[in-house]
């Protein structure tokens, strides 16, 4: 790029932060400071808003620029991605956002809580998903980080560092600033410009090819440089027992993950009733499913146009296969028509990253302070506000965040983000569907069912590919890697629901038969919901 074009680049880019600074700093001024309004923004949203703003959530780095780097680089396999992120949602829609917006008030161990002893359960599901919650934002980090330095021509390793360092500052900013609402405006503004973005590339695309996706698909096949085989199932989940293990893993962790994610959960409580809630879902439905169907495009777009070689000679896990392919697309390197077309998209995908880390922010930070600092503090000693500890976890969740992000940029995001769907379907998803649907769950089941999915999950994942024992590990030069899959989801998934019935089975504790019942009329009914 010349210097010409990087200049326009970066003013474009730099437009979106100004405008989301700009909703932060309007509506911080609004703020009254209470719970309520930090947490759930006051509970003011529409089904629609609201449905927009999950879509927002959702629609991460993970999907716009790992899912497409996956398909561009493994073809069929990559869209394993795509169509698990999509099914989760059935899941949510049919289990759990009525019944999670009618029994809690900020965050899931709300809802685990409301029939069960607090102080336990709430440590438990507090710690759990803080812990999802950091692993989410790693991805977000190290998607920031590929993405800016290729905007800015730098890929060495100082430029991405910063860029990091600058996405976690941005974050804390507006999180401890406006909360809930702000964080929420600024997903619905993302949603709309990564929809809008990934339209206007898709039909790019399509009129490349003029409309005929045999020939973009054959085109992807054969620039791949592995034929008809990138078309079919096996090229980066069938070499070998193992790898057909983990393909199971990964569509069980992301078809169950989605429901255990606290920021996800946490957008039930901005709307006014259950039914908003359910409808809420369904939007973000149909807004989800036609940004996946597209991301399909786009992946065998960027193998066709590009070509898998140049993607990953720009990035080795793929994560910048749609700035390139827009790039390509607008007239290519060195046009004014491909800088634009390039910085729009990479100021999407930006504005993506900032939108989802606010988000998952947000929630962790509400679960340190209404979760764990609310249980924790001693009786009469003096205390702060949750909100201004919310504020405090937030800086504290941007470090260990920008630190891991640091230690694990040459990953794909797409598959960062399944470990952490994996450790959530792990570790909070059992614990809350036997809270809503078994009878005689007790405190010790939740607690068990919380421990062992969380710590089952971690150390698969310690003892992984992932970590040590391979080239791409986040540690190539030392191995202990003894468990052969890189998503822990097929072991820590039963383990976590094993762990619950065993700790209720053996628990001397009495199910509060009361308790339950009225934990099942108001998550039925909406009866004494907040």
Known sequence: ??????????????????????????????????????????????????????????????????????????????????????????????????????CGRFTLADVIAARMSERP????????????????????????????????????????????????????????????????????????????????????????????IDRLLLTAAERSGHGRSFLAPGLKYGGSWSARLDFISLGLALVLGTAGLPHILSRFYTVPTARAARRSVVWSIGLIGSFYLMTFVLGFGAAAVVGPDAVRASNEAGNTAVPLLALDLGGGAGSTGGTVLFAVVAAVAFATILAVVAGITLASSASVAHDLYATLRRPHAKHRSEVAVARVAAVGIGVVAIALGLLARDMNVA????????????????????????????????????YGGLVPALVLVVLSPVVSGSPGALFPGVDFQYFPLQNPGIVSVPLGFLAGWLGTVTSDEAPDEARHAETEVRSLTGAGAV
């Open 1 to 102: 790029m010349t210097v010409h074009h990087q200049t326009l680049a970066l003013v474009l880019f730099s437009a979106f932060v100004a405008v989301t600074l700009g909703i932060t700093t309007w509506v911080s001024r609004k703020r009254h400071g209470s719970a309520e309004e930090f947490y759930a923004g006051g509970r003011l949203f529409s089904p629609m808003e609201n449905g927009f703003a999950i879509a927002g959530d959702y629609m991460s780095a993970a999907s716009f620029l790992g899912v497409t780097g996956l398909i561009a680089l493994f073809g069929y396999d990559g869209l394993l991605y795509a169509v698990g992120f999509l099914v989760a949602w059935l899941v949510v829609l049919f289990l759990v956002a009525e019944l999670v917006r009618n």
């Open 121 to 212: 359960v709430r440590i438990a599901v507090g710690a759990s998903s803080v812990t999802v919650s950091v692993l989410y934002l790693v991805a977000q980090m190290v998607g920031a980080g590929s993405l800016v330095a290729l905007l800015l021509g730098r890929t060495s390793e100082a430029a991405q560092a910063w860029t990091v360092i600058g996405v976690g500052a941005l974050m804390v900013v507006y999180v401890s600033l406006g909360g809930m609402r702000a964080t929420t405006w600024i997903q619905i503004v993302k949603a709309v410009l990564l929809l809008s973005g990934t339209v206007a590339l898709t039909v790019l695309v399509l009129l490349r090819f003029h409309g005929d």
């Open 415 to 450: 598959f960062l983000v399944g470990l952490a769907f994996a450790v959530a379907a792990s570790a909070n998803l059992p614990v809350l569907l036997y809270s809503l649907f078994w009878r005689n769950f007790t405190t010790r089941g939740a607690v068990w069912a919380v």
